[in-house]
């Protein structure tokens, strides 16, 4: 069985031991290699007051990769929406797509991605969420020149028509995509619950428009790819361990491993298992064979990867190893 296209989620992890900088230039080093591969595009992904992410600033690291990398296609996976004014993103990627035409996808979500306290930091309230469908409307006249604030333009950004992309975890997405006419992307890497209603009712209610003419359904993966089944489970206990200390830490209190160890064996553990439920692990040819597999169980028109190794250098070997079980 051959594999759809393959592209990757980077969120510049911060491994145990790795400074910010250090994830950062992994991110232009993994784009590099990639590129080289012949990957059809890289995105980072919106989130804010997580210490080991660094790709908060998602505009920012998309123009520092496409300054070190030729052609491959880079975007946000995804920029959230309702923590912006649509003017500004457009501004945002209309300057990147001037600088690296044809090259730039923009990935827009409806979640905050954060907590509801570091929300209250962005100046943002919940309820912005709610107006998601007229923002992204917004956004998408300033960039194809046709703005629906009469007077009101993007520069940069103004006729550039970025491709834009719903991102979602739950039916709402996948409605609005369909109704919208635009290619719609999944978070089963991290949200796996409603990926056959969300696909389906997406392909069933798709109507054409002048950016596509057919659905086009992106499916997020996980992906520990290691020379052995045994060194890729380790990796999996790190980063579950990483994850855990990540979500349940206290603000000014680090969890020991005793406290570690409590919160896996609970159900909040379970959680963050059911989580990661669609990962394709081990060496090359068991990494094709899980890819595979999820493929057929989602559907998916192109598959966006995540590598979840916990440094820079073993995600950089990771890649390696995806090219061989894509190969």
Known sequence: MSLPPIS??????????????????GCVALARRAEAMNLRRIWYAEHHNIQTIASSATAVL??????????????AGGIMLPNHAPLVIAEQF?????????????????APG??????????????????????????????SGQTRIPGIHATPGKGTNVPLYVLGSSLFGAQLAAKL????????????AYLHQAVTLYRERFEPSDKLDRPHVIA???????????????????????????????????????QLDAIL?????????QMFVHTAMGPPDEVRA???????????????????????????HALELLGQAIG
């Not at 990769?65 to 975007?75: C, M």
């Not at 035409?101 to 979500?109: A, Q, Y």
């Open 265 to 273: 064996a609970s159900p909040q553990g379970a959680q963050i298992d």
């Open 181 to 192: 006419g635009l290619p719609y992307a999944f978070a089963s890497h991290f949200a796996p």
């Open 62 to 75: 998309i123009a520092h990769v496409a300054a070190h990398t030729e052609r491959i296609r880079l975007g």
């Open 94 to 110: 209309g300057t990147l797509a001037a600088l690296h035409p044809d090259r730039i996808d923009l990935g827009l979500g409806r």
């Open 8 to 25: 990757l989620l980077d969120l510049a992890f911060v491994g145990e031991g790795e400074t910010v900088r250090d994830a950062l230039a």
């Open 290 to 316: 899980g890819l595979q597999r999820f493929q057929e169980h989602a559907g998916a028109d192109e598959l966006m990867v995540v590598l979840q190794a916990p440094t820079v250098q073993q995600r950089l």
């Open 114 to 143: 954060t907590d509801q306290v570091t929300l209250q930091a962005l100046r943002r309230t919940p309820s912005a969420a709610e107006t998601f469908p007229q923002d992204l409307l917004e956004l998408q006249g300033y960039l």
């Open 220 to 258: 997020g993966v996980n992906v520990i790819a290691a020379d052995s089944q045994v060194e890729a489970q380790r990796q999996q206990q790190l980063r579950r361990r990483t994850f855990a200390r990540s979500v349940f830490r206290q603000p000014g209190h680090e969890l020991d491993e005793a």
